[in-house]
């Protein structure tokens, strides 16, 4: 069984910076994603992030441009790197682990979130 827990997420104020950190724990796909989604008060969670074993990484119109992800495969940890936060930020920000275990069922797995705050 695959676990996700998140950390990193705090106040800050707008213009500021926060790291998010998640680490995954179990035996992983070697086919997968990872990323990270949000989700504010009031609206639907939205992709913010999401990264490949290989690098490859897309971002949320957004956050592109101040926000980068990355992960280290040997420890199993994605990272989302948040510079130039603005209020509408805030957000419970959740990792995603996203598998494609050959001769298995692709399979999703979620942290719980982490809360970020980001003040006036």
């Known amino acids: 069984q695959v676990q996700l827990v998140e950390s990193g997420g705090g106040l800050v104020q707008a213009g500021g910076s926060l790291r998010l950190s998640c680490a995954a724990s179990?035996?992983?796909?070697?086919?997968?994603?990872m990323g990270w989604h949000r989700q504010a008060p009031g609206k639907q969670r939205e992709l913010v992030a999401a990264?490949?074993?290989?690098?490859?990484?897309n971002y949320a119109d957004s956050v592109k441009g101040r926000f980068t992800i990355s992960r280290d495969n040997a420890k199993n940890m994605v990272y989302l790197q948040m510079n130039s936060l603005k209020h509408e930020d805030t957000a419970v920000y959740y990792c995603?682990?996203?598998?494609?275990?050959?001769?298995?069922?692709?399979?999703?797995?979620w942290g719980q979130g982490t809360q970020v705050t980001v003040s006036s």
């Open positions: 995603n682990l996203h598998e494609f275990p050959v001769g298995g069922a692709p399979r999703r797995t």
């Open positions: 179990g035996s992983i796909s070697s086919i997968n994603t």
């Open positions: 990264i490949t074993p290989g690098g490859s990484s």
